[in-house]
């Protein structure tokens, strides 16, 4: 049974219930997770509207979440980042305000702020111990959301601090994997690499057959007309262009290298990245009472 909400859809199974609300703009998806047998749920990915034009913020994409959780009558338990994202800001903080919950992430997100203070910078006072967040998961670790148990899988190679939320019969895998007929994450980033990214997609297509794998992103390949962003370990290991069973590390690792050669950086890595790395928040403002954002002149 499918049910729809506004942008969001909504498959219901055994396990955990999953709403995903698509932004064509980041081409970024979202996602509420509920346990079935309560109220409790977590928000993965949320997205700020950022308009670089201007460098105005807006809510539109969290306002959709508030809305559902609010109509649902759930109850928010946690924020989960999978990565700090390079191509849109999170609206972690704006629902944390309106919803609750602990905002977290991965605890070598610790690593990727080391890269880019130094990238961008940044102010004396920024701290690079992951303090911006409420909770940094490690590897292996579990947690809950109501009756629902979840695990953390940590999954670099996009960035260091990737990490895949098992959730039940579910798992959000970030940036790591995209849809089969797209491929993979690249992984020319500071502190990405490919032959990590092909281990970290070894430990996720030995998860269960069935898992249900949901994906950060989609660019809808050429091959089809809609966006979609949900697969299977086993759709994976069998029809990924990129790293399907079969694929060596060495062809990957040639394959991903000279794909990510011919990228254009993201148009949003600037500002998401200054933001993402402060769980969302903006920098501190200056003097004038006006934030600020940085950008390195020939430098990435």
Not at 165 to 181: E, S
């Amino acid at each position: 049974m499918l049910r729809w909400f506004g942008r969001g859809k909504q498959r219901r199974e055994p396990g955990a219930d999953v709403t995903a609300f698509f932004d064509e703009t980041t081409f970024t998806a979202s996602y509420v997770v509920c346990d079935p047998v309560s109220t409790q749920c977590a928000i993965i990915d949320p997205v700020l509207d950022y308009d670089p034009k201007s460098g105005r913020t807006s809510t539109e994409n969290a306002d959709r979440i508030t809305k559902f959780v609010h109509s649902n009558h759930l109850s928010v338990e946690w924020i989960l980042e999978t990565h700090a994202h390079a191509d849109h800001l999170s609206a972690a903080p704006h629902l944390q305000e309106r919803l609750g919950g602990k905002i977290a992430i991965g605890e070598h997100i610790k690593d990727v702020q080391v890269i880019f203070k130094g990238i961008f910078n940044l102010e004396p006072a920024f701290q690079t111990d992951g303090s911006q967040f409420d909770h940094l998961f490690k590897d292996g670790e579990s947690f809950s959301i109501g009756s629902l148990e979840g695990r953390i899988l940590h999954t670099p190679g996009h960035t260091p601090a990737c990490i895949t939320y098992i959730i039940g019969d579910a798992a959000f895998v970030g940036d790591t994997l995209f849809m089969p007929d797209y491929g993979t994450a690249r992984c020319d980033f500071p502190g990405g690499d490919a032959a990590t990214l092909y281990a970290s997609i070894g430990k996720i297509f030995e998860l269960p057959a069935k898992t249900r794998l949901f994906m950060c992103h989609d660019y809808k390949a050429p091959s089809r007309n809609r966006f979609v962003w949900e697969s299977s370990v086993e759709q994976q290991r069998a029809q990924n262009i990129h790293v399907r069973d079969g694929i060596s590390k060495d062809e990957f690792v040639k394959m991903r290298t000279d794909r990510d050669a011919m990228l254009d950086m993201p148009g949003l890595i600037l500002p998401s990245v200054q933001v993402n790395i402060r769980a969302g928040r903006l920098p501190p403002a200056e003097d004038n009472g006006v934030s600020y954002l940085k950008t390195p002149i020939n430098h990435l």
